[in-house]
């Protein structure tokens, strides 16, 4: 037996998407890089997983020897402007610890229950990425264990490509990687394949590449320290065109902020929307009362702003900034600032703030937001079980350049209405990632919907875009068409190249990211 190994319960047979006909050999609960290598050695396909918490499918065994990182728990060590963890360690436990040294890891995902192994293996993003960027620009070191039990210390900036491929010492000798010649799109997040550019960090290669290329078994991420106080502030609209100028507006100045390091400019770091359907999904689970916040009547958008303040401010100034904001004096602050801007826009006498110190009512703020893809979920989930079990999960993770978001938002409703589907659209408006939801009534939406995602694909990289941004390609039949749609057969066999020269048995996880065969 590998270690802490046992037959796997039902519960480790599907991941958050219910990808269905979940099936084991068996699972194996690692505690460290050797016992690692002793599961590679011993099984003949194995699967890593972390949280589960996978929306495509990639944590749904097809008959491998399920790898579970739950014991992969240390925090290794927190020194200046870095941590570093195991695998199994949630971002919520990485954020606590960090908060405990007045530091922070920005671009954590939405869902903290996700492992520090998952987000780093899909490229993982979340609200902040307007400002900080993904995943991929805060890992600062890994160690991976290959496919025959190679473990490979990897530090950004020690190794790049050379000639069009990447060289790797293994066990079994020196490995030639050639990596792929097809163009990424020029966007905030991507989790599309494997990772591709000329002189290619050899770090950044595993990043993203979904447990097929090796397993993660310690990361160093950079950090933030201080960390910055929070203001979340609830902006009701009265419509798209409203929502979208006040975002391009707080966009503007954020920007400019960062450009010209202005102490008292405004810098909103991430920015949430929710369509008219998710605010009626809102008022029918009744979850806007439960965490008393309000929806006026004629709100048709809704905006959950993240602004960012420096460290020391306390709360005695944050009355003052906003004070001050509202007297006819010019703001010389950043909550003056953006109370002006939002002034402006004619949306401030329905705003709401959450300020630093205020810890509740932050957290009602943004548990409204989550409680949008929980009732859409939950939709679907009734569904499948009072109507046919065939209905699933079936959305979109797209990205465009900001600019090309109202766009977006108008093909994705021309697209649901003229299929007759219930839908309903949020997410990260600041980057140009939102996720169009199917709210399935029958298999046939579930079909439909299923069309419309592989044409929104088409009509997201006709915009500059990248059709899979934050959650990965896994095992979703439509996620790997997108991919493929995305980079053509020949994108899709360079892919296969670097998964042969790593992985020549086709041990780690089979069939995530494009077909076993």
Same mark, same amino acid.
Request: hydrophobic share 40%; glycine share 10%.
């Given at each position: 037996?590998?270690?802490?190994?046992?037959?796997?319960?039902?519960?480790?047979?599907?991941?958050?998407?219910?990808?269905?006909?979940?099936?084991?050999?068996?699972?194996?609960?690692?505690?460290?890089?050797?016992?690692?290598?002793?599961?590679?050695?011993?099984?003949?396909?194995?699967?890593?997983?972390?949280?589960?918490?996978?929306?495509?499918?990639?944590?749904?065994?097809?008959?491998?020897?399920?790898?579970?990182?739950?014991?992969?728990?240390?925090?290794?060590?927190?020194?200046?402007?870095?941590?570093?963890?195991?695998?199994?360690?949630?971002?919520?436990?990485?954020?606590?610890?960090?908060?405990?040294?007045?530091?922070?890891?920005?671009?954590?995902?939405?869902?903290?229950?996700?492992?520090?192994?998952?987000?780093?293996?899909?490229?993982?993003?979340?609200?902040?990425?307007?400002?900080?960027?993904?995943?991929?620009?805060?890992?600062?070191?890994?160690?991976?264990?290959?496919?025959?039990?190679?473990?490979?210390?990897?530090?950004?900036?020690?190794?790049?490509?050379?000639?069009?491929?990447?060289?790797?010492?293994?066990?079994?000798?020196?490995?030639?990687?050639?990596?792929?010649?097809?163009?990424?799109?020029?966007?905030?997040?991507?989790?599309?394949?494997?990772?591709?550019?000329?002189?290619?960090?050899?770090?950044?290669?595993?990043?993203?590449?979904?447990?097929?290329?090796?397993?993660?078994?310690?990361?160093?991420?950079?950090?933030?320290?201080?960390?910055?106080?929070?203001?979340?502030?609830?902006?009701?609209?009265?419509?798209?065109?409203?929502? &979208? +100028? *006040?975002?391009?507006?707080? #966009?503007? @100045? $954020?920007?400019?902020?960062?450009?010209?390091? /202005? =102490?008292?400019?405004?810098?909103?770091?991430?920015?949430?929307?929710?369509?008219?359907?998710?605010?009626?999904?809102?008022?029918?689970?009744?979850?806007?009362?439960?965490?008393?916040?309000?929806?006026?009547?004629?709100?048709?958008?809704?905006?959950?702003?993240?602004?960012?303040?420096?460290?020391?401010?306390?709360?005695?100034?944050?009355?003052?900034?906003?004070?001050?904001?509202?007297?006819?004096?010019?703001?010389?602050?950043?909550?003056?600032?953006?109370?002006?801007?939002?002034?402006?826009?004619?949306?401030?006498?329905?705003?709401? &703030? +959450? *300020?630093?110190?205020?810890? #509740?009512? @932050? $957290?009602?703020?943004?548990?409204?937001?989550? /409680? =949008?893809?929980?009732?859409?979920?939950?939709?679907?989930?009734?569904?499948?079980?009072?109507?046919?079990?065939?209905?699933?999960?079936?959305?979109?993770?797209?990205?465009?350049?900001?600019?090309?978001?109202?766009?977006?938002?108008?093909?994705?409703?021309?697209?649901?209405?003229?299929?007759?589907?219930?839908?309903?659209?949020?997410?990260?408006?600041?980057?140009?990632?939102?996720?169009?939801?199917?709210?399935?009534?029958?298999?046939?939406?579930?079909?439909?919907?299923?069309?419309?995602?592989?044409?929104?694909?088409?009509?997201?990289?006709?915009?500059?875009?990248?059709?899979?941004?934050?959650?990965?390609?896994?095992?979703?039949?439509?996620?790997?068409?997108?991919?493929?749609?995305?980079?053509?057969?020949?994108?899709?066999?360079?892919?296969?190249?670097?998964?042969?020269?790593?992985?020549?048995?086709?041990?780690?996880?089979?069939?995530?990211?494009?077909?076993?065969?």
């Amino acid at each position: 037996m590998t270690p802490d190994s046992r037959p796997p319960t039902e519960d480790w047979l599907v991941d958050a998407a219910n990808f269905p006909g979940g099936h084991a050999a068996g699972i194996a609960f690692p505690r460290s890089t050797a016992d690692v290598i002793d599961v590679l050695r011993s099984s003949s396909a194995v699967l890593p997983i972390g949280a589960q918490s996978s929306l495509t499918g990639g944590a749904t065994p097809m008959g491998e020897t399920i790898l579970a990182t739950t014991k992969m728990t240390r925090i290794i060590d927190i020194g200046p402007g870095l941590i570093t963890v195991e695998p199994g360690v949630t971002v919520a436990a990485i954020q606590e610890q960090l908060t405990e040294v007045g530091a922070w890891f920005p671009p954590a995902p939405t869902f903290t229950g996700a492992f520090a192994g998952g987000i780093v293996a899909t490229n993982a993003a979340g609200a902040a990425t307007f400002k900080y960027g993904s995943t991929r620009d805060w890992v600062e070191a890994l160690t991976v264990v290959l496919a025959d039990g190679t473990v490979l210390q990897l530090r950004r900036g020690a190794q790049q490509a050379e000639h069009g491929r990447l060289a790797i010492e293994t066990a079994s000798g020196r490995v030639s990687v050639p990596v792929p010649t097809y163009r990424m799109p020029d966007v905030a997040k991507r989790s599309a394949g494997y990772h591709a550019a000329p002189g290619m960090d050899l770090i950044d290669l595993f990043i993203g590449s979904e447990g097929t290329l090796g397993v993660i078994t310690e990361i160093s991420f950079r950090t933030v320290s201080p960390a910055p106080n929070i203001v979340l502030a609830w902006i009701p609209c009265a419509d798209e065109a409203q929502g &979208l +100028a *006040l975002v391009t507006a707080l #966009r503007d @100045a $954020s920007i400019a902020t960062r450009q010209t390091g /202005a =102490v008292d400019g405004l810098d909103a770091c991430a920015i949430e929307h929710m369509d008219r359907r998710s605010l009626e999904i809102l008022r029918e689970d009744g979850a806007n009362t439960r965490h008393n916040v309000s929806i006026p009547d004629g709100t048709t958008l809704a905006l959950l702003v993240q602004l960012e303040l420096n460290a020391g401010t306390d709360a005695a100034q944050t009355f003052e900034q906003i004070q001050a904001a509202l007297g006819t004096e010019p703001s010389k602050s950043p909550l003056g600032h953006f109370c002006r801007v939002l002034e402006r826009a004619g949306v401030l006498a329905d705003a709401e &703030l +959450a *300020l630093p110190h205020d810890r #509740r009512r @932050a $957290s009602d703020l943004l548990a409204v937001r989550e /409680a =949008v893809p929980a009732g859409v979920n939950q939709r679907i989930s009734t569904a499948k079980r009072t109507l046919d079990a065939r209905i699933e999960k079936t959305a979109g993770d797209m990205v465009v350049p900001f600019e090309r978001c109202g766009e977006m938002l108008a093909i994705y409703r021309q697209g649901f209405e003229s299929r007759g589907l219930d839908y309903a659209i949020w997410g990260h408006l600041s980057d140009g990632n939102v996720h169009p939801n199917v709210i399935a009534r029958s298999y046939d939406d579930v079909v439909k919907g299923k069309d419309a995602m592989v044409e929104f694909g088409r009509h997201v990289a006709r915009l500059g875009g990248c059709p899979l941004a934050e959650h990965g390609v896994g095992r979703n039949p439509v996620k790997q068409a997108l991919l493929r749609q995305l980079y053509g057969d020949a994108g899709v066999a360079e892919m296969r190249a670097v998964k042969q020269a790593l992985d020549p048995g086709n041990r780690l996880a089979p069939g995530v990211i494009f077909p076993a065969s």
